[in-house]
């Protein structure tokens, strides 16, 4: 069944890309000022911060590689996982070590962002492979500055890859490759880091000539191929396929979520772009303004702050940081965090990150909009975080396409926005491509083996999204065996992790099952489960289920599990209600089936709730 319960939060949750990318403002107004003391200091240890950041996802660049390694990381990603090796002192692809998995490629809206690398801690956190030999070469006054332009990634379709998958010579593997940046780049190490060499390497567009302040200049990729580069396109244009960035997840059984950033070492952050040291970012401070950013830059500022520190994010969102602005916002929305509410900032905020093409500001802005019943105006502006790379903003939208709010129902786009979602490690819109995949519908194609891979894969992902769609190909023997006790434990892991149509479909299995007592007091504490849990949700309608299942369950089994019009949880209250009304808790209890038909009926629309209580 398609399930839209497990999208984020309006005020706290606005999912982000593994690789968090700044948005773009073109023009020598966005540079970044070097302090005037020397530039490239040694004011953290940069073993410590290497060690640390090796036991953290971590998204290094890869524009210092050579030719002929780039060459073997393109290799390594079309014969399945990339494995690396990667602690303190070295940085080692793994040819001869693999694992089974594709990298999916999708694009987004071009992005734009411009770096100076200033210490050597900064170089070994995010440059990894080169730092030492770059270290020698740079003294005690150079930097490494580099432009990016981004139109897409390659990411891995699995949520994690443990060690027993591996497959070769794989005996020094530390780390797998969880995802590309695609796009085009230029990089130069400089002798001082003025403003005179950025503008050499950044330019008005990143594309123009040096003028001598930068040495070693290297490109890849052509800037303007990759600024007209269309989001939808099934692959980067032909001059725009440089590998940037890489995302790294430690092969200790990790999940690699898409709503966890990059990690630095000790005494740096990540801000966005890079990670920087602390003393970096006290020097920025004093150059800070006073009022909150009116737009991006190509040039990240601040650092992104801790989303449970209302104060950090606000200071931060003063200093430019625009995904700290996002999460200032979500205080504000909501009153939380020691502020007064003030939704108009907050919307603001949102606004010029959304501006900015900043997709998760998008995303949060769009789901304010759809909790205030401004579906339309919610679509709009979700499509627009979609574009520029956010899974969750993706996901949502298709729910307003698929069920038809505020927008013309139109399920076709919704498989389109949720298989792109899906590429992008939603497993909300993994689950759900995989739900228009088992059966056929909506224009979608019959592939239940297909289906169970998007479930197992969405099952084993951080909430259990897909859980409850697996139990579902256990049951029925879809896209694989039948396993009627393996779906029982699929539908009770997903009930506790919060899918109301699991616990009722486990309470009905066990109902079904069983006639003991015990058994359907286990089954009455599901159905009881679900009914406390929050609402929304989607779930099949009688039409669907016959059509699904025909003649696998009585009339009675068919009716519950539907709800034509009402959400997950009423149909838990509604289940919840027969149970009592037949005494499932030990005697019937026509007072506290009232109370489960009420929240079915008035609080979760489903009408054939609407009704008295009556002893069976």
């Known amino acids: 069944m398609v399930r839209d319960s497990s999208r984020v939060r309006i005020f706290r949750g606005a999912v982000a890309l593994v690789t968090l990318v700044a948005p773009f403002a073109c023009g020598p107004g966005?540079?970044?000022?070097?302090?005037?003391?020397?530039?490239?200091?040694?004011?953290?240890?940069p073993e410590r911060a290497r060690v640390t950041m090796t036991k953290n996802p971590s998204a290094p660049l890869i524009v210092d590689w050579q030719p002929e390694n780039r060459g073997d990381l393109e290799v390594a990603i079309k014969r399945g996982v990339a494995v690396v090796h990667f602690d303190e002192k070295s940085f080692v692809l793994l040819p001869q070590c693999r694992a089974r998995g594709n990298y999916n490629y999708v694009g987004y809206t071009?992005?734009?962002?411009?770096?100076?690398?200033?210490?050597?801690?900064?170089?070994?956190?995010?440059?990894?492979?080169?730092?030492?030999?770059?270290?020698?070469?740079?003294?005690?006054?150079?930097?490494?500055?580099?432009?990016?332009?981004?139109?897409?990634?390659?990411?891995?379709d699995s949520p994690h890859l443990s060690r027993d998958k591996l497959e070769g010579d794989c005996a020094r593997a530390t780390h797998y490759i969880s995802a590309l940046t695609?796009?085009?780049?230029?990089?130069?190490?400089?002798?001082?880091?003025?403003?005179e060499a950025a503008a050499s390497i950044f330019g008005a567009g990143g594309g123009g000539k040096t003028s001598g302040e930068a040495e070693n200049v290297t490109t890849d990729g052509d800037f303007g191929a990759c600024d007209g580069a269309d989001p939808d396109a099934e692959s980067a244009p032909s001059r725009c396929r440089a590998l940037l960035r890489i995302n790294l997840v430690p092969l200790d059984g990790a999940v690699a979520s898409a709503s966890e950033g990059p990690k630095c070492g000790e005494g740096m952050k990540w801000n966005g772009q890079m990670c920087v040291t602390e003393r970096r970012i006290q020097q920025e401070a004093q150059q800070s303004p006073t009022s909150e950013p009116a737009q991006s830059s190509a040039v990240a500022k601040g650092y992104e702050c801790s989303e449970?520190?209302?104060?950090?994010?606000?200071?931060?969102?003063?200093?430019?940081?625009?995904?700290?602005?996002?999460?200032?916002?979500?205080?504000?929305?909501?009153?939380?965090?020691?502020?007064?509410?003030?939704?108009?900032?907050?919307?603001?905020?949102?606004?010029?990150?959304?501006?900015?093409?900043?997709?998760?500001?998008?995303t949060s802005l769009g789901m304010y909009l759809e909790s205030k019943r401004l579906f339309h105006e919610a679509a709009e502006i979700g499509g627009k975080g979609c574009r520029a790379g956010d899974p969750g903003a993706c996901t949502n939208v298709a729910v307003l396409a698929y069920f038809g709010?505020?927008?013309?129902?139109?399920?076709?786009?919704a498989f389109q926005l949720w298989l792109r979602g899906c590429k992008l490690r939603d497993w909300t819109a993994c689950s759900n491509v995989g739900a228009m995949l088992l059966h056929g519908t909506d224009g979608a194609p019959n592939n239940p083996e297909g289906a169970r891979k998007l479930f197992t894969a969405a099952c084993e992902a951080p909430g259990k999204v897909g859980c409850g769609n697996l139990a579902e190909t256990y049951e029925h023997g879809l896209g694989g065996p039948k396993d009627t006790a393996k779906a029982l434990e699929l539908y009770l892991a997903s009930c506790d992790a919060g899918g109301a149509t699991?616990?009722?479909?486990?309470?009905?299995?066990t109902e079904e099952n069983?006639?003991?007592?015990?058994?359907?007091?286990?089954?009455?504490?599901?159905?009881?489960?679900?009914?406390?849990?929050?609402?929304?949700?989607?779930?099949?309608?009688?039409?669907?289920?016959?059509?699904?299942?025909?003649?696998?369950?009585?009339?009675?089994?068919?009716?519950?599990?539907a709800c034509d019009d009402g959400d997950q949880r009423a149909l838990a209250c509604y289940n919840a209600a027969i149970a009592t009304e037949r005494g499932y808790g030990g005697s019937v209890d026509l007072a506290k089936a009232t109370r489960y038909?009420?929240?079915?009926?008035?609080?979760?629309?489903?009408?054939?709730?609407?009704?008295?209580?009556r002893a069976r």
């Open 30 to 45: 966005g540079f970044l000022k070097p302090p005037s003391a020397p530039a490239f200091i040694d004011d953290t240890d």
């Open 110 to 156: 071009p992005k734009s962002q411009n770096m100076t690398i200033r210490s050597r801690a900064e170089l070994q956190a995010n440059l990894p492979y080169g730092a030492f030999k770059l270290e020698g070469k740079l003294g005690q006054e150079g930097a490494v500055m580099v432009a990016l332009r981004m139109v897409g990634q390659r990411m891995f």
């Open 182 to 195: 695609i796009g085009a780049f230029r990089y130069a190490t400089t002798a001082h880091a003025s403003a």
């Open 308 to 362: 449970d520190d209302a104060n950090e994010c606000k200071e931060q969102c003063r200093a430019g940081n625009l995904p700290s602005c996002n999460r200032f916002a979500g205080f504000l929305a909501a009153g939380a965090g020691g502020f007064p509410q003030d939704v108009a900032r907050a919307v603001k905020l949102w606004g010029i990150g959304c501006q900015s093409n900043y997709a998760p500001a998008c």
């Open 405 to 413: 709010r505020g927008v013309a129902k139109n399920r076709q786009a």
């Open 502 to 509: 699991s616990c009722v479909a486990a309470g009905l299995l």
């Open 514 to 561: 069983s006639t003991k007592l015990e058994s359907r007091q286990r089954a009455l504490a599901l159905y009881e489960k679900g009914c406390g849990m929050g609402p929304g949700g989607g779930c099949a309608t009688v039409q669907e289920v016959r059509a699904f299942y025909p003649g696998e369950y009585t009339d009675e089994g068919y009716d519950r599990r």
């Open 597 to 613: 038909l009420d929240l079915a009926c008035r609080q979760g629309g489903l009408k054939k709730a609407c009704r008295p209580p």
